[in-house]
């Protein structure tokens, strides 16, 4: 993952500067791409996946719908945290079931799946100072092209790395182009490569 360290002047206001890192160009997976990723690591359809996810979403809904937590084996908890609307004023004893909602759901994350995503994490000092480069489709045609020519392929590696397109934006590109007909996607599932279509 790409990090970006800023640094902050006098701050909170006691004159001292502080440096800050933070992750950047957090795009989170499709949910074809978690699909796919999953297919390809075990024995379930990509239908089997998908059932999956729904029955989950709908289990988790409920529990935490009357417990106020859930928990995802492997993953960690989920609790839901509540928003008091109760009028100023009001003893405890006004309190009814209007007065409450649901504000938001915090998550834990269990000690074992923090150490797989610790181990899992590697870093790299971000070369650009924004979040992608912007190109017009003409533009980014004619790189595709040139890099499948020099190459005779590309992939999101290449468009990342010397073009300053965003992991996210490198994908969706070739995506594009692929449901197009310009390019074909191949090669193996975590690594694919695109080349020109015939």
């Known amino acids: 993952m790409e990090i970006e360290i800023r640094e902050i002047k006098n701050?909170?206001?006691?004159?001292?500067?502080?440096?800050?890192?933070?992750?950047?160009?957090?795009?989170?997976?499709?949910?074809?791409?978690?699909?796919?990723?999953?297919?390809?690591s075990c024995t379930l359809t990509r239908g089997d996946i998908m059932a999956t996810y729904c029955a989950t979403s709908d289990v988790g809904a409920e529990m935490l719908g009357e417990n106020?937590?859930?928990?995802?084996?492997?993953?960690?908890?989920?609790?839901v945290s509540l928003k008091n609307d109760l009028p100023e004023g009001s003893s405890v004893e006004d309190a009814k079931a209007p007065h409450f909602s649901v504000r938001?759901?915090?998550?834990?994350?269990?000690?074992?799946?923090?150490?797989?995503?610790?181990?899992?994490?590697?870093?790299s000092k971000s070369r650009y100072s924004s979040l992608s480069q912007s190109y017009t489709e003409k533009e980014m045609l004619d790189?595709?092209?040139?890099?499948?020519?020099?190459?005779?392929?590309?992939?999101?590696?290449?468009?990342?790395?010397?073009?300053?397109?965003?992991?996210?934006?490198?994908?969706?590109?070739?995506?594009?182009f692929v449901e197009k007909g310009i390019l074909n996607k191949t090669g193996v599932q975590r690594s694919p490569i695109y080349v020109l279509a015939k």
């Open 68 to 79: 106020g937590c859930f928990y995802l084996p492997e993953i960690g908890h989920f609790k």
């Open 104 to 123: 938001n759901i915090s998550f834990r994350p269990d000690k074992s799946f923090l150490q797989k995503v610790a181990q899992k994490a590697k870093f």
């Open 143 to 176: 790189i595709v092209k040139q890099e499948v020519d020099k190459n005779s392929y590309v992939n999101t590696r290449i468009l990342h790395l010397e073009y300053g397109l965003s992991n996210y934006m490198a994908r969706k590109w070739l995506t594009y």
């Open 11 to 40: 701050s909170e206001g006691k004159g001292e500067n502080r440096k800050f890192v933070c992750v950047r160009n957090q795009h989170a997976n499709t949910e074809k791409e978690l699909v796919e990723e999953i297919s390809s």
